[in-house]
């Protein structure tokens, strides 16, 4: 159990277009979701966190125009890198927090490796 | 504010050489200390939650420790398979966000 997808696992596109990433739980209701950002040899650092049916709430630093989330339903999330530039290249990861566990355990997904040409 | 570090931040192994990883921490009231394991070019994979001092859980050759400032993450007779990125985690008692340490890299060699 506890599986979530991301879709897609990479992408490349031309600076200036706009990319979507979607991250789904599969086997289980998430009433949050996580968007994190990984850089080369470093840890994750959290961008947003999505609540379903709400709007997403920023880290400080990560432009909310640039990284459009959506919560749509409980067991989907998207983000949306809208006119994406070479420095947006980076591993992105979701995680979706298990609503019978009080989101104390988060379940990430496989990533998806962005590349802006 | 909450706090996460990791050390040694690399390190090489003997396959059957055990050792173990620290994650030492602040928070302000922990609700939750996470285990993760990510292989290159994936997402982390949960291994354990520790919720009080004193809890201790187990997978395979994995135990994961808890005190009240640190949490030890101990690899018995290790084998290649092994080798990933080890990051823990702390989530506090008022907010669901979990907070990074920045990985300790394992080898496993035979």
């Known amino acids: 159990g506890a599986v979530v997808s991301q879709h897609p696992s990479w992408v490349i596109c031309k600076s200036g277009t706009s990319v979507k990433i979607e991250c789904r739980s599969l086997?289980?209701?998430?009433?949050?979701m996580f968007w994190y950002r990984q850089f080369p040899k470093q840890s994750l650092m959290l961008m947003a966190t999505?609540?379903?049916?709400?709007?997403?709430?920023?880290e400080q630093g990560v432009e909310k125009d640039k990284f459009l989330i959506n919560h749509a339903s409980l067991t989907l999330s998207t983000l949306t890198v809208t006119s994406a530039h070479p420095e947006d290249s980076s591993f992105y990861i979701c995680?979706?927090?298990?609503?019978?566990?009080?989101?104390?355990?988060?379940?990430f997904g496989p990533g998806t490796r962005l590349t802006v040409t | 504010e909450d706090q996460v570090t990791q050390s040694p931040e690399a390190l090489r192994l003997q396959e059957g050489e055990s050792s173990s990883l620290n994650c030492s921490y602040t928070?302000?009231?922990?609700?939750?200390l996470f285990w993760y394991r990510q292989d290159p070019g994936k997402g982390p994979e949960f291994l354990f939650t520790?919720?009080?001092a004193g809890e201790e859980k187990e997978k395979e050759r994995l135990k994961a420790t808890l005190t009240k400032k640190e949490s030890f993450l101990h690899i018995t007779a290790p084998k290649p398979e092994d080798s990933a990125t080890y990051l823990c985690?702390?989530?506090?008692?008022?907010?669901?966000?979990?907070?990074f340490g920045t990985g300790t890299r394992l080898q496993v060699f035979p």
């Open positions: 985690a702390v989530q506090s008692s008022n907010t669901d966000k979990l907070i």
């Open positions: 999505s609540n379903e049916g709400s709007k997403a709430t920023y």
């Open positions: 086997d289980f209701q998430a009433t949050t």
């Open positions: 520790l919720y009080s």
């Open positions: 995680s979706a927090g298990d609503r019978d566990r009080n989101n104390y355990e988060q379940y």
């Open positions: 928070v302000s009231g922990l609700r939750g």
